[in-house]
């Protein structure tokens, strides 16, 4: 046997020993998991993956790094997509629109308060055939609602009474204006006394006219303004007793 034996004998098995170990000195970097939105609208894309056999042991299962902490699942969320959720910026919703201008004109239209005009007569409750009564009512004024406001628009009525309907109960006709208890603008001459009609007397009812119109102000008006339809408001029925003049001639 050659004295160089040993000498090879021994370095041989260093080289061997060498290649061995080799592996476990290369350092397998961690790699990150491909970001993905679960259902719940999270992404997830930070969690790190780590490749198994990279801590300290041969086989990467003892005594290795257990790796970075992972905080509790969110609600709604499994385990494995909890970690290192973020939640994803949805933005702000669209503002909505705004009404129609003509939606907030009948909503203004149904909530206006028109006055319910009140008969008078003179002579007061009992008049006589081919004598002239003077006719008025009450309530002959004009009409304006309260402003009604939504986002930057703000809707209000006007309404004038333009004429009362008169119903006498002989005989239906209009006056221009509310009368007067003089009975110059307004009044009626009854031709049959009342002695036939149920209770013995007539039932009269007035009926205010008025025009209305409407405005809107502000930035999301359609228009500035209308005309609406004519509203009439009758006053409840009143009786009025219309009796004969009884003419005595003497022989």
């Known amino acids: ?9 021994r370095t041989a098995a260093a080289v061997v020993a060498t290649a061995m170990t080799a592996p476990l000195l290369v350092a397998v970097p961690a790699h990150a998991a491909p970001c993905k939105v679960t ?5 997830n894309c930070n969690k790190v993956v780590h490749t198994p056999g990279t801590g300290g042991g041969g086989t990467g299962t003892g005594g290795g790094d257990a790796g970075p902490w992972e905080p509790p699942a969110p609600e709604g969320l499994t385990p494995d997509e909890a970690p290192g959720v973020v939640e ?11 009404p ?5 004109v009948a909503m203004a239209q149904a909530a206006a308060e028109f006055p319910t005009p009140t008969v ?3 002579p007061e409750g009992k008049t006589f055939v081919r004598l002239r009564t003077a006719l008025w009512v009450d309530g002959f004024e004009d009409v304006q609602t309260p402003p009604i406001t939504v986002g930057a628009q703000t809707i209000q009525l006007v309404a004038e009474p333009k004429s009362v309907t008169w119903n006498m ?7 221009a204006d509310a009368g007067t208890k003089d009975g110059k ?9 009342s002695a036939s009609r149920p209770g013995g007397k007539y039932t009269i009812t007035a009926t205010i006219n008025w025009d209305v119109r409407w405005t809107c102000e502000g930035d999301d008006c359609d228009s500035d303004g209308g005309v609406l339809p004519p509203n009439p408001v009758s006053s409840p029925d009143t009786p009025l007793v219309v009796g004969e003049i009884q003419t005595n001639t003497g022989q």
Do not use: I, W
């Open 88 to 98: 994803v910026p949805g933005g702000n919703a669209p503002a909505p629109a705004p």
């Open 39 to 43: 259902k719940n609208k999270h992404a």
């Open 185 to 193: 603008t307004c009044s009626y001459t009854y031709r049959k006394s």
């Open 169 to 175: 109960g002989e005989k239906t006709f209009q006056c």
């Open 120 to 122: 008078h007569t003179a």
């Open 1 to 9: 046997m050659s004295a160089h034996t040993p000498t090879r004998r």
């Open 100 to 104: 129609a201008t003509a939606d907030l």
